[in-house]
């Protein structure tokens, strides 16, 4: 990966946790702060500041409002997803509308990935 610490965009990811959303604050607060698995939040990877990150589970959670689904939001996260995927990690794309509807089966099934992606890395070491 690039720099795992690019300080220019240090500013922008405190303000970041600062300035959560809603939905951010409800997976973290609510489910990933006190997950078995450490995650950070608003972690910077390379040139990119990711919502939810584990370094153990090799994971990136990232939350979508209604900006994502514009052609230009899409490119853009598929040149994120791309990026960081070829560091071997795999990332999650979860809408807000599923966390504002769905909050137990997203953490359901966020567990169910982070177990197997564990199980799966594991293997790999």
Not at 34 to 60: H, M, N, W
Not at 69 to 86: P, S, V
Not at 95 to 105: A, D, L, S
Request: hydrophobic share 35%; aromatic share 12%.
């Amino acid at each position: 990966m690039q720099r795992k610490h690019n300080k220019a965009i240090v500013p922008t990811a405190r303000m970041l946790r600062k300035n959560m959303t809603r939905e951010e604050k409800r997976l973290w607060y609510d489910f990933l702060r006190t997950y078995p698995v450490r995650f950070s939040r608003q972690k910077i990877l390379g040139k990119y500041i990711v919502d939810f990150y584990s370094a153990e589970a090799r994971l990136v959670i990232e939350l979508d409002g209604y900006g994502h689904c514009t052609q230009r939001g899409m490119k853009y996260d598929e040149e994120r997803t791309a990026f960081l995927e070829e560091y071997g990690l795999t990332v999650i794309r979860i809408p807000n509308y599923h966390i504002n509807t769905n909050f137990y089966g997203v953490c359901e099934y966020l567990d169910e990935v982070i177990k197997q992606s564990l199980g799966q890395h594991k293997l790999d070491d």
